[in-house]
């Protein structure tokens, strides 16, 4: 069960009912969490000191000295390719050993943290949000704070047959900023800014945002990128010590540095980050129509925000591939065609059937001809 759940709301459910249903791998020796959180800084720290301290030191060396320290290189060098070989092999039995099978959709992911690590990372984070936070906070007894309230536990209703649900302390926090942002951290702490519950004109289109936010929670993947991020600097800490080391000043070494850092970012960084977005907008669509949404206002609310966004950044898929998440445009067209899908799994759960002359496609098809009026008129005023 849960350890707390909103408003009180109990769910006559007990735990055994949900590990039918739900299948995990077996746990695995997991690494300490501070690790994760410094793996990018101690890994360049480490590889800029070695590798420097070599470039000096080798400087420094008289030649008959660097020409005796290359032949015993020479003389040595099947124990280098030894060395070499079973780092590769510790690294490589080290991501195997952490391959973890997602309980909610069957992918096998690399996975070092435990739940109970990534909740004292997220606890922190808790803490440090709600001292930043505090001046706008809204109180508990706001409407607007029950609007959330009661979207999320219909959610977590409507959800109860995945045991991810049952580990987390849920709360919400509303705060009172024109922020068009929510997010869950992976302890289950809710927080929604008052700018996107504006932008959200009913409950189901809060529903598709918190599905989507709550996804990311259920499926852990902050601690999935968390991993992933920190395995990739201990993978690049021997190359970029070498770099340090090779390269003839400092300044061209940093340059080399920040262009290594810029392709790591947009070859595995940021597809990393698109593809966990997908997921989660894949898997909250299904949680928000077990919980009995109007899942039509997934893509509709996307296109919608396509129209009213100003960013390139979030609209032109020429940019997608700079971006942490797919564009307005991308997300809709991957949600129009899971919407059948949803709409099956929303019948299948009993929910009331959705009335077909309140479709919010039509909605955002109205929008779209007063937009392109709009458009017209701006048009001409400036020929004028």
Not at 10 to 35: D, E, I, Y
Not at 43 to 53: F, N, Q, T
Request: hydrophobic share 45%; with cysteine; charged share 25%.
């Amino acid at each position: 069960m849960f350890s707390k759940l909103l408003c009180g709301l109990h769910f006559p459910l007990k735990p055994a009912q949900l590990t039918r249903q739900v299948h995990c791998s077996a746990p695995r020796p997991a690494l300490p969490p501070l690790l994760f959180t410094l793996a990018k800084p101690l890994a360049r720290i480490v590889a800029v000191v070695v590798g420097r301290g070599a470039r000096v030191w080798w400087k420094k060396l008289p030649q008959d000295k660097r020409l005796l320290f290359k032949e015993a290189a020479k003389r040595h060098r099947k124990k280098f390719v030894v060395a070499g070989t079973s780092m590769l092999g510790g690294l490589a039995y080290a991501y195997e050993s952490h391959i973890q099978e997602c309980g909610v959709t069957g992918r096998r992911r690399f996975v070092a943290l435990t739940p109970d690590q990534t909740k004292k990372i997220s606890r922190v984070e808790f803490q440090n949000l709600l001292e930043d936070l505090k001046p706008d906070i809204l109180p508990d007894r706001h409407p607007i704070y029950e609007r959330v309230v009661k979207v999320s536990n219909r959610i977590l209703q409507g959800n109860r047959d995945i045991r991810q649900i049952y580990d987390k302390n849920w709360t919400v926090t509303v705060v009172d900023q024109p922020v068009k942002n929510a997010f869950v951290l992976p302890s289950g702490n809710i927080f929604v800014f008052k700018g996107m519950l504006d932008l959200c004109e009913n409950d189901d289109q809060l529903g598709i945002i918190l599905g989507h936010e709550m996804a990311h929670t259920v499926l852990g993947h902050v601690a999935e990128k968390l991993t992933m991020a920190s395995f990739v600097q201990v993978v690049l800490l021997v190359p970029m010590a070498v770099l340090w080391a090779i390269l003839p000043n400092d300044g061209v070494a940093l340059v080399a540095n920040w262009f290594i850092d810029q392709m790591i970012q947009l070859i595995v960084d940021l597809p990393f980050s698109r593809d966990m977005e997908m997921e989660a907008d894949e898997v909250g669509l299904v949680m928000a129509a077990k919980a009995c949404f109007d899942v039509r206002e997934a893509p509709a609310l996307w296109g919608l925000m396509e129209l009213m966004s100003e960013d390139p950044m979030e609209t032109d898929r020429d940019l997608e591939f700079v971006s942490t998440h797919p564009c307005h445009g991308t997300r809709q067209e991957s949600l129009s065609s899971q919407l059948a899908s949803a709409l099956t799994i929303r019948f299948d759960c009993g929910c009331a059937r959705l009335d077909q002359r309140r479709d919010p496609q039509i909605r955002l098809e109205e929008f779209k001809r007063f937009v392109k009026k709009q458009q017209s008129v701006v048009l001409v005023e400036q020929e004028k």
